[in-house]
């Protein structure tokens, strides 16, 4: 089964994260699959807008653990390469999402967590359900952000909500994250899918053009900034996976229970 889905309809791109039984969390095999959807949708000329969502009862909830679990077990050498491998796939996809001259509205329902968020605030609009939870979750790893976080989530919320966001790892759920701009709008659970449908349907029939020549507008005010900065986190996060405190972030989540970080 793939791990990722396809659907079109009347220049609707609807990309479906489909590993429902982890919470949609992605490996090496999810993020070539996305990547691969998204410069189909990216590429494709009848498209005019691009849903992403969730199956099941999720949207995304970061990095499957049991990728870092095969991470920690390499040498600190070797467990940077294999990430750098990793990021190779994943930033770019990020780089498209933010560059295509279609708007892209992500609908979330559950969890939104690491590259989950960073998913939400790399497309244009955000929809989020009344159960919707969000959290950056790195900092619980043991590692810095990645998926452009660093650079998107300061220029939503403002520096210090950033900081206490990514430092503390807190979660907080959907009216939180309207009210500090992460999302455009709050529904009823059930009623998620039919307002992303209505979206999408308006959005395909308005003028696409001018909504790319918009979108290209807001990503020029960021100048080089964010695909630097994914570079820049590519770095940090190859630094920190190298680290113990990466190792026992992980074991500690596979072991449920509280990491002991020593700064090591």
């Known amino acids: 089964?793939?791990?990722?889905?396809?659907?079109r309809?009347?220049?609707v791109f609807e990309i479906t994260l489909n590993r429902p039984e982890i919470l949609n969390a992605v490996n090496r095999e999810t993020i070539a699959e996305l990547a691969a959807a998204v410069a189909?949708?990216?590429?494709?000329?009848?498209?005019r807008v691009v849903v992403l969502r969730g199956a099941?009862?999720?949207?995304?909830a970061g990095g499957d653990i049991t990728m870092f679990a095969e991470l920690i077990r390499l040498a600190p050498a070797e467990r940077q390469?294999?990430?750098?491998?990793?990021?190779?796939?994943?930033?770019?996809?990020?780089?498209?999402?933010?560059?295509?001259?279609?708007?892209?509205?992500?609908?979330?329902?559950?969890a939104a967590a690491g590259f989950g968020l960073s998913l939400v605030l790399a497309g244009d609009l955000a929809l989020a359900a009344e159960d919707a939870v969000f959290t950056s979750g790195y900092i619980h790893l043991g590692t810095s952000p990645d998926?452009?976080?660093?650079?998107?989530?300061?220029?939503?919320?403002?520096?210090?909500q950033a900081a206490e966001l990514m430092l503390l790892g807190d979660r907080f759920d959907a009216r939180r994250a309207l009210d500090l701009g992460l999302v455009n709008?709050?529904?009823?659970?059930?009623?998620l899918a039919a307002e992303a449908a209505a979206l999408a349907e308006r959005l395909a029939s308005g003028p696409t053009h001018a909504y790319?020549?918009?979108?290209a507008l807001l990503q020029a005010t960021l100048g080089d900034a964010f695909d630097a900065q994914l570079r820049r986190e590519t770095e940090s996060f190859a630094a920190c996976a190298a680290t113990e405190d990466f190792a026992e972030g992980v074991r500690a989540f596979l072991e449920k229970r509280r990491p002991a970080f020593t700064g090591g």
């Open 1 to 7: 089964m793939p791990s990722v889905i396809i659907q």
């Open 9 to 11: 309809q009347e220049g």
């Open 40 to 47: 189909e949708a990216a590429e494709d000329r009848t498209t």
């Open 56 to 60: 099941g009862t999720h949207f995304c």
């Open 81 to 110: 390469k294999a990430l750098y491998g990793i990021v190779d796939t994943l930033h770019p996809l990020l780089i498209r999402m933010r560059h295509m001259p279609k708007p892209v509205v992500a609908a979330v329902q559950g």
């Open 147 to 160: 998926g452009g976080m660093t650079a998107t989530l300061g220029r939503v919320v403002g520096l210090k």
């Open 185 to 191: 709008r709050v529904l009823p659970a059930e009623a």
């Open 212 to 215: 790319g020549r918009t979108k």
